[in-house]
């Protein structure tokens, strides 16, 4: 599940490619990226309206990068793009899922029940894997964690936090992949890519033969992915994604980047040149809501500029607002340029401005 910003005002914005224009209207249901990969959109109950399923042909048939959310139109959308590269799914030797996050790993059920094809994620994506046992006391974290966030009335958020829960896959993958490993069965064409921050086990896949990124929701050509600090993320996630963006920024700018969402696009370095700068302007911005007297993260997330007014937001849009806020708020904690009253279990979290503290010590200038 994400939440996707428009880049911040001041941000830098880039270049789309000549077909873009077509792709945004109206996206095509399928086509062949370049010999032995396609595209297939998948429905996706949201305002992004479809995310991404690839396939890549291998020697013993195909490997999927990605399914979609898990509806009979969307079964019928992901096979139809099989027919498309003259398969069925019974040819779908594997699945590797950038991460768990219901529109990418939403039919893993259907793809073990229909076929042999095996599974495959990334360790830190398990915990995310939520059996129905498992749900109530999911429901109690985030529920939690939204007192700490310092919700004002927090009942109409509790709706919000048993859907999203009960959004979360409860299906078991067959193996792990590792960062720097190759794909099993594509003959070493695919390598892993750990890319943490909008989950902790993030993946992306590198196809250096054919000059091919596939990045999830990593890095998309016009929005940025939600990355938050909640129940089950990484312990300082806006630093893990900056760095993550940084190795992806390595690729050769001749590489198309293949999305979850939107478009595919070339030139990922300037890409993640704006994402960073977006980044940047987003922590000036929190920090000087916390200068200016909001101290918990419902307040500064109030105070922020978004695509729309905050107080328009419905419950799913903040959720995801006060993840990302408390994101910032965290990294600015851990940098020592705000400071947190109290600890992680505080309810609500309490954000002062640093120059309210007068630490004498270089430890205690990265203390929360």
């Known amino acids: 599940m994400m939440m996707f910003n428009q880049p911040h005002p001041r941000a830098g914005a880039t270049g789309s490619p000549p077909d873009a224009a077509r792709i945004r209207p109206k996206t095509p249901p399928g086509w062949c990226v370049t010999p032995g990969v396609w595209a297939t959109a998948m429905p996706f109950p949201s305002v992004m309206g479809y ?22 139109e969307g079964w019928a959308a992901f096979q139809a793009g099989l027919a498309r590269a003259g398969r069925r799914v019974g040819d779908v030797v594997g699945v590797v899922a950038t991460h768990v996050h219901p529109d990418h790993y939403g039919l893993a059920g259907r793809i073990q029940a ?62 792990t992949l590792l960062d720097g490993a190759r794909v099993p069965d594509t003959g070493d064409c695919l390598e892993v890519v750990h890319t943490p921050g909008h989950t902790a086990g993030h993946l992306c896949f590198l196809d250096r033969e054919r000059g091919l990124l596939f990045t999830g929701d990593h890095l998309l050509p016009r929005i940025t992915p939600n990355v938050s600090k909640r129940p089950g993320s990484c312990p300082d996630p806006l630093a893990e994604y900056e760095t993550s963006l940084r190795r992806v920024a390595a690729a050769s700018d001749s590489t198309l980047v293949l999305p979850g969402h939107e478009w595919p696009f070339a030139q990922p370095s300037r890409r993640v040149a704006a994402v960073l700068d977006h980044h940047q302007l987003r922590l000036a911005e929190v920090s000087d809501a916390v200068q200016q007297g909001a101290d918990t993260t419902w307040q500064v997330a109030a105070a922020l500029h978004w695509s729309r007014p905050f107080t328009s937001f419905d419950a799913r849009a903040q959720r995801q607002a006060l993840g990302e806020t408390y994101a910032h708020l965290h990294h600015l904690a851990v940098t020592g340029r705000i400071r947190m009253d109290g600890d992680d279990t505080a309810a609500p979290i309490r954000w002062t401005p640093a120059r309210r503290y007068q630490p004498d010590t270089a430890a205690e200038n990265t203390s929360i």
Do not use: F, N
């Not at 966030?149 to 959004?167: I, K």
């Open 51 to 72: 995310s991404y399923s690839y396939s890549v042909e291998v020697p013993k048939g195909l490997i999927v990068v990605d399914l979609g959310w898990d509806t009979d």
């Open 114 to 175: 229909a076929s042999d094809a095996w599974i495959a994620v990334h360790e830190a994506e398990r915990p995310q894997i939520v059996s129905s046992g498992e749900k109530t006391e999911w429901i109690g974290r985030l529920s939690a964690w939204l007192l700490r966030c310092g919700v004002p009335g927090h009942e109409g958020l509790r709706g919000e936090v048993s859907r999203l829960v009960d959004a979360m896959v409860d299906v078991q993958p067959d193996l």
